[in-house]
């Protein structure tokens, strides 16, 4: 069993800054990718950062140079860091992460979600 749990979920002003982390427990023996997803009411779940095995980095255009993925291996935990938050980026943030277990060689795991608010 594995469990993916975010945090760090808020209302923020706009341009505002959060830290969503997000921590993997369970029977783990590696994690591949780690990425971080969101979806908006009405909207579609969509990409917005996803970080490999070996650290190479990826970024919807919508927050590049504004979002920093980041990971910790020795704590299998994912962090989200934004800046100058914008009311389009209101959302239900996703932590999602491709993890080996004893049992199988790749699970597609994601997270309960955490709500980040920008009024406009």
């Known amino acids: 069993q594995v469990q993916l749990v975010e945090s760090g979920g808020d209302l923020v002003q706009t341009g505002g800054s959060l830290r969503l982390s997000c921590a993997a427990s369970g029977l783990i023996v590696s994690i591949n990718a780690m990425a971080w997803y969101r979806q908006a009411p009405g909207r579609q779940r969509e990409l917005v950062a996803r970080?490999?095995?070996?650290?190479?980095?990826t970024y919807a255009d919508s927050v590049k140079g504004r979002f920093t993925i980041s990971r910790d291996n020795a704590k299998n935990t994912l962090y989200l860091q934004m800046n100058s938050l914008k009311p389009e980026d209101t959302a239900v943030y996703y932590c999602?992460?491709?993890?080996?277990?004893?049992?199988?060689?790749?699970?597609?795991?994601w997270g309960q979600g955490t709500l980040v608010t920008v009024p406009s």
């Open positions: 970080i490999s095995t070996y650290g190479a980095l």
């Open positions: 999602n992460a491709d993890i080996r277990t004893p049992y199988r060689k790749s699970l597609d795991a």
